[in-house]
């Protein structure tokens, strides 16, 4: 099942803060966050993989919450490079398959 | 320069016409996928490779082939695409395992008329 994604967007001003939210309704083995500029590719942020991690680097950092049924990526101090489309994504059950979530577009206006 | 390439990467056809959009990656990554991207329905996996001569499905692989011949090359297949198979593709490829980063190619744009 898809994780769903909050909210599905917004639009914020330069040196604003944001917090992207990931939702499954069964726990997760992993979760992973992938920024996509509008045409390119998905480009990876981080991952996490235990009930309780939080992980950053820069401005950008994500936690992972004990039940492993959510996660947030948290955007602070945000740049004009910062907009795109953020995803989450995770293997369901331990498989090999791989499912994104339904995706949050945020802009950042100067 | 470690990099996932595709080729083409836009493509006009029309319906039936066979195509294959070809993937090829340098890292020695044993596993690789094929998405598609559509408005509104965000990127969904058509097919995923363990390693050679190893795929299974994905969520979406109606109307579409895949073979793993060899590590570097994961070719998506469209016997008889339809225009509802209009979208843009993407294909990745990570170390091992779903689990790890995936690293994408550029995408291919494909209009089926």
């Known amino acids: 099942q898809q994780p769903v994604q909050s909210p599905q967007a917004v639009i914020l001003r330069e040196g604003e803060d944001a917090v992207i939210n990931c939702s499954s309704s069964?726990?997760?083995?992993?979760v992973h966050w992938y920024r996509q500029k509008h045409g390119e590719a998905p480009v990876f942020l981080m991952i996490l993989l235990k009930g309780g991690e939080q992980k950053g680097h820069d401005k950008i950092s994500a936690s992972f919450n004990e039940k492993k049924q959510q996660s947030s990526l948290y955007l602070t101090a945000s740049q004009l490079s910062y907009s795109g489309t953020y995803f989450c994504g995770t293997d369901p059950s331990g498989t090999y398959k791989y499912i994104f979530g339904t995706g949050t577009r945020l802009k950042v206006l100067a | 320069e470690a990099q996932v390439t595709q080729n083409p990467r836009y493509l006009i056809t029309v319906t039936g016409k066979k195509l294959t959009v070809t993937c090829s990656q340098n890292?020695?990554?044993?596993?690789m996928s094929w998405y598609r991207q559509d408005p509104g329905l965000g990127l969904r996996q058509i097919y995923y490779s363990m390693n050679v001569e190893v795929t299974d499905k994905g969520d979406v692989p109606e109307g579409y082939k895949v073979s793993r011949k060899e590590k570097r090359n994961f070719p998506l297949i469209l016997e008889s695409p339809s225009p509802n198979q209009t979208s843009l593709y993407f294909c990745?490829?990570?170390?091992?395992?779903?689990?790890?980063?995936?690293?994408f190619g550029p995408g291919t744009r494909l209009l089926v008329l």
């Open positions: 890292m020695n990554h044993e596993y």
């Open positions: 990745a490829s990570s170390p091992r395992t779903s689990r790890e980063t995936q690293y």
């Open positions: 069964k726990a997760l083995y992993s």
